[in-house]
């Protein structure tokens, strides 16, 4: 079979495209973003990527119909106010193996400049190490141009971070995307790394809406991340009561924080 | 070499024709189904399937003959009273690379494809990680019409199992399937995991034998059954002697439990 | 570039050749007979196997120059009162994943089809896991006759060995040479498997000569079985001091021992 | 997309082109090397190679600007009294598998041979496992008369060293340059393998300026060597101090030995 196979599912015209990633990641706060704006976009489904480079799996959902594991693309016309037409680009996996990043990204990118995008924001969390209470958006651009147009929506250049660079397919999108004639931008919202992070998804949303000007409704992505909170505190007390001998009263849903966007 | 090499041993021309999927896995329910099935059915060779994304290894019988690793089709020609024809796969192995799983499955689809295949049952085992006294027969399918038709006769399906999907070939071959307008169904066994488990084949097989109509004679499968029910006995009370402190009479057969189907 | 590179360093019309393989593997058995026969033979280099699934490595001989990891192909041309000419495959390597096993063993196998190879003789050593003074010479084949034929010569066909069947590049050109209709068997040695064992490579290459009527002198190869015997033995000695509490009176030469054929 | 991409920055014409390696490897001594050659010598950017053999990653400078991993080549066109034109490669990574590996170093020698190289140098450390007060140039070449040269400019060839042979770019490169008609030369620098040695580098680069007649001014590299000295120095005394009993007087410096090129 072809490495990466990519069923258009609508033949559309868009207009001066802007194409958004957000995949699996850290925090999953990249694959929060880009799934919350589709829904709140009402983006329509345009494509599905397949590929052998992702695992060989499939899902089951609850009525037991099966799903191959893929990167889905959908679109949105957006009224005639609008500055341009968006792509989101989302799914289950990134490519598994260093190849398989490479293959998908660069004919996610072939595709999609045909489709005529010649921009694209990759949205990614990073990772703190610690408890980020008011997480910031971090950025890294193609080009200085990009850079000081960012800088205005507040997103923050650091000297020092990302210092070892970006891996995976946030960075690779732009660093392939150069190729195909592609400029970019990475909003990265800080997290601590280690459960997922929809209050870091919001902060990079609420950049990005800006940039695209398009309006979100936050307060579905509010409740998620308030219970989130809520799940933490938990076991912060269990934690808490089990350091003071007694034991924890009843089980700790850690479980729940697990990387289930 | 090809990726993946088939070599047609026979050319028949066959009826409305169903594949049956029973390759290596959990619990080895659905080789174990599948070349019952195989068995009982008298079904005749009709292709061997040779890959690269096998281990390098050959396996050597009693008189000394090695034999490539492979994967083999076989057939069935029904009388003229059966509803179909029927193909069943099994083999030594499933690939052992990601990109093999789709490698090989993508051939054999591709394949089966042109022999009129358009629908495919994929045998398997559903690891519930405790002894399963009397299995259940899980089910996952590609459309709606399948989950109904697998509901009578009775085929479960859960909201909650199988929760992660399904990992391998069984998964694939639906997965991919649809992408060739093959529709499909997966039955899964239940089983503990850890051994090897005829009597969740049976279950596997005595849906299997109803939907597609053959008459199949279980006296083998169960003498194994029983067989695997001894020896689990043996150790059983081998372990508990060793707990009292009594040495165990004699070496445990745990090896008989091992995975040779 | 190619995946397998073969360069052709004479040409050569050969009488019926059969082709010998000996490559690293347990107790580097097949190799040391095969560079065995090649050096007692004289034979000289016919062609030289290259491949990206070897190693990312070269060697430096004492003077300096380097030289690729390969694998090569060497022939004999015998008298005409000998039956046929002789190939015999060596090399530093095997193919170091399982595609690269079926990459190169299917490209030497086309290669020696073009040469006229019909038959091949694999060599290889069997690890018993215990030391083993009078090592007995297994055997497998692709065919009944070649069994009977074998019989005659002293190999043994065990009902139990090899169980799990051969792994690697000994049974592959068994395997995948069936594809290409050439027949043959592979000739495996006894050894313990913890080191080298020349003493195993002799007991092969005495069957192989007689089966290919050719005579072999083994002055060198029973000087160096009894070579490692001798370091074995010291070795055996210092451990005995050692475990009676007396420090060892030197270093053991351990490393004497090494996979360094 | 090509497993490996080479994008031409500037056409140029070059006079009996030597290609100089040194990428990421022991002590990094061949990367620190060939880069203070290239910054040295001026030399001007040919070529930028991108592989999916590379990891999926950008780097982020101090302005925020991304840069895909690659590879680099750079050339000097010499004044009329040198004797030729000089090409220098250089990057990130070398390939992170030794599929990779192959497939890189071949494409960057057939690019290079189409430029007119025919002789190549290549850079690297030679891990002793010891500190090096006073490090050697060990080498390693395609052919007897290059040994012979080398000789005069102080290189040694030992009949132990390296033992095993050299694994990775600087290895291939002679390797397969063999198979282009490219002859060559690895330079290795003893070195401790502890942390990156940029005197090992020094001891190199003296050796290679006068074989290919270039002045390079040594003050900042020398500097640099002296600044690791420096922190190892501080190290040591910080793990006396330890030993002794007494806590050490501040964060160790350790970080600052990094592969850091």
């Known amino acids: 079979m072809e490495d990466v196979v990519i069923r258009t599912l609508e033949k559309v015209e868009l207009r001066n495209p802007v194409l958004i990633e957000g995949l699996p990641g850290?925090?999953?706060?990249g694959k929060l973003a880009a799934d919350y704006l589709r829904e709140q976009l009402k983006a329509k489904p345009?494509?599905?990527?397949?590929?052998?480079?992702?695992?060989p799996q499939v899902y089951v959902n609850e009525d037991g119909i099966i799903r191959l594991v893929s990167n889905d693309l959908h679109y949105w016309k957006g009224?005639?106010?609008?500055?341009?037409?968006?792509?989101?680009l989302g799914g289950d996996y990134q490519g598994?193996?260093?190849?398989?990043?490479?293959?998908?990204?660069q004919r996610v990118l072939d595709y999609?400049?045909?489709l005529g995008v010649r921009e694209v924001f990759t949205l990614a969390g990073f990772a703190q190490g610690r408890v980020v209470d008011d997480p910031r958006v971090l950025g890294a651009a193609t080009k200085p141009e990009l850079v000081e147009a960012m800088k205005k929506f507040g997103v923050v250049f650091s000297r020092n971070d990302p210092g070892g660079g970006l891996i995976g397919a946030s960075g690779l999108f732009l660093g392939l995307g150069r190729l195909f004639g592609i400029e970019g931008v990475c909003l990265m919202g800080e997290t601590s790394g280690y459960f997922v992070d929809p209050r870091s998804a919001q902060a990079v949303l609420k950049v990005l809406a800006k940039i695209l000007e398009v309006e979100v409704d936050f307060t579905a992505l509010e409740?998620?991340?308030?219970?989130?909170d809520r799940i933490a505190q938990k076991i912060h007390e269990a934690e808490a009561r089990t350091t003071?001998?007694?034991?924890?009263?009843?089980?700790?849903?850690?479980?729940d924080l697990g990387y289930i966007g």
């Open 79 to 88: 009224p005639p106010s609008a500055p341009r037409d968006i792509l989101v």
């Open 96 to 105: 598994i193996s260093p190849e398989g990043q490479y293959e998908i990204t």
């Open 244 to 255: 003071e001998g007694a034991p924890p009263s009843g089980p700790t849903p850690r479980e």
């Open 223 to 228: 409740a998620k991340a308030h219970e989130i």
């Open 26 to 29: 850290v925090g999953n706060v």
């Open 112 to 114: 999609c400049h045909g």
């Open 46 to 55: 345009l494509a599905t990527i397949y590929s052998k480079f992702f695992p």
